[in-house]
């Protein structure tokens, strides 16, 4: 298993952590997503080579958020 954290902006509330958190536990491959609000975060677990970074922002930009740096 892998780690990445993406840093992401325009989130300000639960439902912000749970749509983002919801979007990327339903891609394969993510086995764990946790957003921190206060830091503007989401720690993403997942399985490499069954997900991809670009694969993570989109679903958090589908969800209405920026995902400004992922690292």
Partial sequence: MANVTLKVEGMSCNHCKSAVEGALEKLPGV???????????????????????????????DQGYDVVEGK
Wanted: glycine share 4%.
């Fill in 31 to 61: 086995e764990k997503a946790e957003v921190d609000l206060e830091a503007k975060t989401a720690e993403v677990t997942y399985e490499e080579g069954k997900v991809t970074l670009d694969q993570m922002k989109e679903a958090v930009e």
